[in-house]
């Protein structure tokens, strides 16, 4: 009935600049609260950033001041513009993301399939 499909990712050098885009697609009548957690083979997936149904937005302590979330509601889009990207920034990058699907009575949770990141000179 929906998904979500990431977008963006890629080969930068640090210091580098990149924007994730996760897009919702299928019968979607709007998005609620979405965030973006990362993961690196060996670890556990971690929040990176969050946007919440108020609008107001949390970070990890790792990517305050380097990263954004963002969400084009009309679009069905949400975006992750990443700074000034570190090599401890090099993960698989998935966005999460609150959906009401047509005849729906609520938001469902729905997950992207991952993007990578790398960040190497």
């Known amino acids: 009935q929906a998904q979500l499909v990431e977008s963006g990712g890629g080969l930068v050098q640090p210091g580098g600049s990149l924007t994730l885009t996760c897009a919702a697609s299928?019968?979607?009548?709007?998005?609620?609260?979405a965030a973006w957690y990362r993961q690196v083979p060996g670890h556990q997936r971690e929040s990176v950033a969050s946007?919440?149904?108020?609008?107001?937005?949390d970070y990890a302590d790792f990517v305050k001041g380097r990263f954004t979330i963002s969400t084009d509601n009309a679009m069905k889009l949400v975006y992750l513009h990443m700074n000034n990207l570190k090599p401890e920034d090099t993960a698989v990058y998935y966005c999460?993301?609150?959906?009401?699907?047509?005849?729906?009575?609520?938001?469902?949770?729905?997950w992207g399939q991952g993007i990578q990141v790398t960040v190497s000179s």
């Open positions: 946007r919440h149904r108020d609008d107001s937005t």
């Open positions: 299928g019968s979607v009548v709007g998005i609620g609260a």
């Open positions: 999460n993301v609150a959906l009401w699907l047509v005849a729906a009575d609520d938001y469902r949770d729905y």
